[in-house]
């Protein structure tokens, strides 16, 4: 089992720039595939990004492709969602999970494989 927390949303303008950071403790964090998820209100929640255990392979939503960068460095446990050029409809709360996968370099795009979900960090964009 894995504990998830998030850290890093706020509020910030059209343009700017977060970086969300997921720290994880129990089992080992690089047996598990981590990815990116957000829910704005009245939405459901939403792929945003994933990466493969080892960080190798990574998937992004279409809305994101070229704004966003999902990493993760094994050794401080910790995964992250680089986010720049942000616009109002980035806004939502994102929440990391992760899926344990035997594969080093699967990514998993399906929230349907994630067995363990943070609290969430809300993220909201003005215009």
Not at 31 to 40: E, K, L, P
Not at 77 to 91: A, C, F, V, W
Request: hydrophobic share 35%; net charge positive; with cysteine.
């Amino acid at each position: 089992q894995v504990q998830l927390v998030e850290s890093g949303g706020g509020l910030v303008q059209a343009g700017d720039s977060l970086r969300l950071s997921c720290a994880a403790s129990g089992r080992t964090f690089s047996t598990y595939a981590m990815g990116w998820f957000r829910q704005a209100p009245g939405k459901e929640r939403e792929f945003v990004a994933a990466t493969s255990r080892n960080g190798g392979s990574t998937s992004y939503a279409d809305s994101v492709k070229g704004r966003f960068t999902i990493s993760r460095d094994n050794a401080k446990n910790t995964g992250y969602l680089q986010m720049n050029s942000l616009k109002p409809e980035d806004t939502a709360v994102y929440y990391c999970a992760a899926a344990p996968t035997l594969g080093v370099f699967r990514v998993v795009a399906s929230s349907h494989e994630y067995e363990y979900w943070g609290q969430g960090t809300q993220v909201t964009v003005s215009s």
